[in-house]
């Protein structure tokens, strides 16, 4: 079993950058893919990106392509999402996971975070 706590949201402006952290507890972060959601309000919980146990293999949502970043530290036991070229659509609280399958689909992670809130301004 694992335990998540993602840090680092908070407010800003379009064009900036933030960097989300998910830490885990316990001895097998390693061997979990991991990945990243987002809720924004009155929507559905949708696929930010996701990343294989050894970080080789990276999944990214079509709306994030090319501005967010993710990536792990098996050393440190933490996953991050580097979120470049902000804009107001991307204001939402974010969630990390952990699950056997580098995927983007929600049900196939067994372990969430209880979330961090971003927000971009115009």
């Known amino acids: 079993q694992v335990q998540l706590v993602e840090s680092g949201g908070g407010s800003v402006q379009a064009g900036g950058s933030l960097r989300l952290s998910c830490a885990a507890s316990g001895r097998t972060f390693s061997s979990y893919a991991m990945g990243w959601f987002r809720q924004a309000p009155g929507k559905e919980r949708e696929s930010v990106a996701a990343?294989?146990?050894?970080?080789?293999?990276?999944y990214y949502a079509d709306s994030v392509k090319g501005r967010f970043t993710i990536s792990r530290d098996n050393a440190k036991n933490t996953m991050y999402l580097r979120m470049n070229s902000l804009k107001p659509e991307d204001t939402a609280v974010y969630y990390c996971a952990a699950g056997s399958w580098p995927t983007l689909i929600e049900l196939e992670y067994d372990y969430w975070g209880q979330g961090t809130q971003v927000t971009v301004s115009s």
């Open positions: 990343m294989s146990w050894s970080g080789v293999s990276t």
